[in-house]
C-alpha cells in the first residue's frame, strides 16, 4: 500500500465506548481515517454501501444482527470490503467462526493500538496486493486558505468570489468559512445559516461523512458551502482535530476546498494552515495592513511554518499612491499571485445584493481579476485562457473600449 492511500474503516460495535476508543486510537495512524460507526448489524449493512469502506471492524455481539452474519453477508454482497470480528473471546472456536463467515481476522478485547493498526494494514494489504490499478494515488482536494492578521481587507469577498468561479468551471470545491465568532460567507452569498459547523462537531468527534453532508448547503453556482456556527457562543466546539478530521474525509470528493479564515493566529488557524497546500496572504496598500502583514511573516517564519505555500493577494489595488505591487513584493519577500484593483462600487453592489461579483458583473475589472486568479491556481495559461473565457464580443468590446 502506497503512503498516499487512505485506508478507510467502518467501526462497528453496541458499546459507544468502544468505538470512541477505536477511533482515537487510529487517529493519530497515517493512512487510516474511520469514516463512520454503527451500532448494530443492521446499520452496518447500510452504512458498507453508502459508504463503501475499505475495512468494516465487527463486534462478535450486537443486536438486530450479529457480527458473524454481517460478515457472512457483506462477503456475498460486498467481496471488496475485508471484514475483522472483534471479541472478548479469545477461543480457538471463535476464531474458526470468524473466518467460516468470511472475516479476514480476528481482534481479541482489549487490544492496543499497534495490534488494531497493524491487523488493518496487514488485511487490507492482503486484499490489494493483485490489484495495482487500486494503488495508484487516490484523489485529493487542493486546500486553498485565504489568510490575514488584519480585518476590513477584502479576505472573504475574495474567498467567495474565487470559490464561486472555481465552481462555474465545473470544479468541485467546497467554501468552508472557519472564521467562527463572526463568518460572513453566508450573508455574502445570500444564504441560511442554519446548517453549519456546530451542527457537525456538537456530539464530538464522533462524526462521519453523512453528517457533514447533511450540512452543507449548495450555491446556485454549484459551490458547496460549510457555514462558521450561528452564534459566537458555539465557536469554541470547533476544535484542531475537527478540522483535521474534516479536511481527511472531504478531500477525495472535492478538486478545491477553499478556507476563509478569522485575522488571528490561533490553534485552529495554524492547523488550517499546516493543512494547506496555497495560503493566499491578503494584504491592501494601508500601512497598518502592511505592518499586519509583514509582522504576519515573522510569527510564521519564527514557529519554522513552511512560508513556500504563501503567496501575496494584494487587493484594493491604486494606482500612483507612491508604492506599488513590486515594492511589496520586494519589501515582504513573498511573490505575489495577484493583485484585485480599487472597485468599491462594484463590490459594494454584489455584497449589498448578495451576489458574487463574478456572476453579477463579470465583465468588471475585479471579476477579471478573479479569473486571473483562479487561472493561475490551476496552472492554466492566463492570457490564452481569459482571452477564451470572455468570449469574440467581449474581445471586441476590449478593442473598441479598452476595457
Not at 165 to 174: F, V, Y
Not at 321 to 332: A, Q, R, T, Y
Not at 334 to 339: D, E, G
Request: charged share 25%.
Amino acid at each position: 500500500m502506497t503512503p498516499a492511500h487512505r485506508i478507510k474503516v467502518l467501526v462497528a460495535d453496541d458499546m459507544v465506548e468502544l468505538r470512541s476508543n477505536v477511533r482515537r486510537m487510529l487517529s493519530n495512524q497515517e493512512g487510516i481515517t474511520v469514516i463512520g460507526e454503527a451500532g448494530d448489524g443492521e446499520q452496518v449493512l447500510k452504512m458498507a454501501k453508502d459508504l463503501s469502506p475499505h475495512v468494516i471492524l465487527l463486534d462478535i455481539n450486537m443486536p438486530k444482527l450479529d457480527g458473524l452474519k454481517a460478515a457472512e453477508v457483506l462477503a456475498k454482497d460486498h467481496p471488496e470490503i475485508q471484514t475483522v470480528i472483534m471479541s472478548i473471546q479469545s477461543e480457538q472456536e471463535y476464531f474458526r467462526r470468524a473466518m467460516k463467515a468470511g472475516a479476514k481476522d480476528f481482534l481479541t478485547k482489549p487490544f492496543s493500538s499497534s495490534d488494531l493498526a497493524e491487523t488493518i494494514q496487514n488485511v487490507f494489504a492482503k486484499w490489494v496486493k493483485d490489484r495495482p490499478d487500486y494503488l495508484s494515488e487516490e484523489p485529493k482536494a487542493q486546500v486553498l486558505t485565504f489568510f490575514s492578521t488584519k480585518g476590513g481587507v477584502g479576505k472573504t469577498t475574495l474567498a467567495t468570489n474565487l470559490a464561486v468561479n472555481l465552481a462555474r468551471r465545473g470544479k468541485r470545491t467546497l467554501l468552508i468559512d472557519a472564521s467562527l465568532q463572526f463568518g460572513d460567507v453566508a450573508i455574502t452569498l445570500n444564504q441560511k445559516a442554519n446548517r453549519n459547523l456546530y451542527q457537525v462537531v456538537e456530539k464530538g468527534d464522533d462524526f462521519g461523512l453523512p453528517l457533514i453532508e447533511a450540512n452543507l448547503a449548495e450555491h446556485s453556482s454549484g459551490l458547496k458551502l460549510l457555514f462558521a456556527p450561528s452564534e459566537p457562543a458555539y465557536a469554541d466546539a470547533v476544535k484542531s482535530q475537527h478540522i483535521t478530521q474534516l479536511i481527511d474525509l472531504l478531500s477525495p470528493a472535492f478538486n478545491f476546498i477553499i478556507f476563509d479564515t478569522a485575522p488571528h493566529i490561533g490553534n485552529l488557524e495554524l492547523t488550517i494552515l499546516d493543512h494547506t497546500d496555497l495560503v493566499l496572504l491578503v494584504a491592501t496598500l494601508e500601512i497598518s495592513s502592511l505592518k499586519n502583514t509583514k509582522l504576519c511573516l515573522k510569527t510564521l517564519s519564527d514557529i519554522k511554518f513552511d512560508t513556500q505555500k504563501l503567496k501575496l493577494v494584494l487587493n484594493k489595488d491604486i494606482p500612483n499612491v507612491g508604492i506599488g505591487p513590486k515594492d511589496i513584493e520586494s519589501g515582504l519577500a513573498v511573490p505575489i499571485l495577484s493583485v484585485v484593483p480599487m472597485d468599491s462600487e462594484t463590490a459594494q453592489r454584489a455584497l449589498n445584493q448578495g451576489e458574487p461579483f463574478v456572476e453579477k458583473f463579470p465583465d468588471s475589472t475585479l471579476a477579471r481579476s478573479i479569473d486571473a486568479m483562479a487561472l493561475k491556481i490551476m496552472g492554466e495559461d492566463v492570457s490564452e485562457a481569459s482571452q477564451a473565457a470572455i468570449g469574440p464580443w467581449g474581445r471586441l468590446r476590449r478593442v473598441l473600449f479598452g476595457s
